[in-house]
């Protein structure tokens, strides 16, 4: 049972584009929307979070929009860059502050 | 600051051995986790624990124990490697409860087992 759903599974973007991906989840008691970035042999970091009760929230290029009334959120980088090139999670806190990922998504930044 | 610290980096294993994962942090975190990272599945939790003495199970706990004596260490067993249990191995952890702050992860174990 997959909690949380993300999309696409891959993208290639070109540098200054912007890229957006995407996740759905299903238990409304999730109070807790993480994105994490991971590089490469690295553990993923933490690079933006929102609560249920915001419907956008911006840092930098990063930006996530909120849909509670959907269910969804997406992550849009602006102005991508090579070095935004990484694996993408976005995750969701349950109960006990567990929480569940989705799948990833494996961004390309081409020069 | 160290942040979380796992070993070993590597390992290989042969099927039905044991071993343990290492996981230490110097955060003072109460809440602990260990999750498997496959290709295309993200990351799983496996067991977690919100406090010295307590743990629980995750989604994907079955071949795996955990144990937690002291807030700083949060050990990793498997029990009888099986192929399946190829993966990588993180262990995050965070202050704990709801307050927002983030879970910082180790750089993870990668195992194989043949």
């Known amino acids: 049972q997959q909690q949380v759903k993300q999309s696409p599974q891959s993208l290639i973007v070109q540098k200054g584009g912007i890229s957006i991906i995407n996740c759905a989840y299903e238990?409304?008691?999730?109070?807790?929307f993480p994105w994490y970035q991971q590089f490469p042999g690295k553990g993923p970091a933490l690079l933006i979070a929102?609560?249920?009760?915001?419907s956008e929230k911006k840092e930098g290029r990063f930006t996530i929009s909120f849909n509670k009334s959907a269910k969804q959120f997406s992550l849009h980088i602006m102005d991508s860059q090579p070095g935004d090139s990484a694996t993408y999670f976005c995750?969701?806190?349950?109960?006990?502050?567990?929480?569940?990922f989705g799948q990833g998504t494996e961004l390309s930044v081409k020069p | 600051n160290a942040g979380v610290t796992q070993t070993p980096k590597f390992q290989v294993l042969k099927t039905g051995q044991s071993m343990t994962l290492q996981c230490a942090q110097d955060?003072?975190?109460?809440?602990m986790s260990w999750y498997r990272q496959d290709p295309g599945m993200g990351l799983r939790l496996i067991h977690y624990?919100?406090?010295?003495?307590?743990?629980d199970q995750g989604e994907v706990p079955n071949g795996y124990n955990v144990s937690r004596s002291t807030t700083e260490d949060f050990p990793l067993r498997l029990l009888s490697a099986a192929p399946s249990q190829t993966s990588v191995y993180f262990c995050?952890?965070?202050?704990?409860?709801?307050?927002?702050?983030?879970?910082?992860f180790g750089d993870g174990t990668r195992l194989s087992i043949l």
């Open positions: 929102i609560r249920p009760d915001v």
């Open positions: 995050a952890s965070s202050p704990g409860g709801r307050t927002g702050k983030p879970q910082h």
């Open positions: 238990n409304t008691a999730f109070d807790y």
């Open positions: 995750a969701a806190r349950g109960g006990g502050g567990k929480l569940i």
């Open positions: 624990s919100v406090g010295a003495g307590i743990t």
């Open positions: 955060m003072n975190h109460e809440y």
